[in-house]
């Protein structure tokens, strides 16, 4: 089955908590401390309308947060299941993102990820993401990075 993706709503809470809790877990010995990812307020964020999940088998296993920023959107988290990795679901969150911000008329998207997290540079810059700017931000070490669309 293809996967789809639509916009979260407020019962899709639990299980998108589940999946970033359980993408981001294993980032903790890494950093340091859990990921900023971790402790969003994904219930604030998908009343903003900002989340948007991907489903596989209708079963919730990844979602994107895009949020807009002046005269850019922010892809403020990708997320997927950690035993959905490695099929290209990431991807699909990703080419989605960009696609929305497109729609949404906006030309740039920015994001930002731990500097310690490599795959995920790789990742971007592969993808054709730039990096912009290295700094402490919110008691992280982060890469900022963007894309022209």
């Known amino acids: 089955m293809e996967p789809t993706i639509r916009i979260a709503s407020e019962r899709d809470l639990p299980a998108i908590e589940r999946v970033v ?68 679901l990431g991807r699909a969150l990703i080419d989605f993102a960009e696609a929305k911000v497109r729609e949404c008329g906006y030309n740039e998207i920015h994001l930002y990820t731990n500097e310690l997290m490599h795959q995920n540079l790789a990742l971007y810059k592969r993808l054709g993401y730039q990096e912009t700017a290295r700094r402490l931000d919110s008691g992280f070490r982060r890469v900022f990075m963007k894309k022209t669309l």
């Not at 010995?29 to 994904?42: E, F, H, N, Q, R």
């Not at 989340?51 to 990708?78: A, T």
Request: charged share 20%; glycine share 14%; with cysteine.
């Open 21 to 88: 809790y359980d993408a981001y877990k294993g980032y903790i010995p890494l950093i340091g401390k859990p990921p900023a990812p971790m402790s969003d307020d994904y219930g604030r964020q998908i009343e903003a309308g900002n989340v948007w999940v991907l489903l596989l088998d209708d079963q919730l296993v990844g979602l994107v947060v895009l949020v807009r920023q002046g005269g850019h959107m922010l892809l403020d988290n990708v997320a997927v299941a950690p035993e959905r990795q490695g099929c290209g």
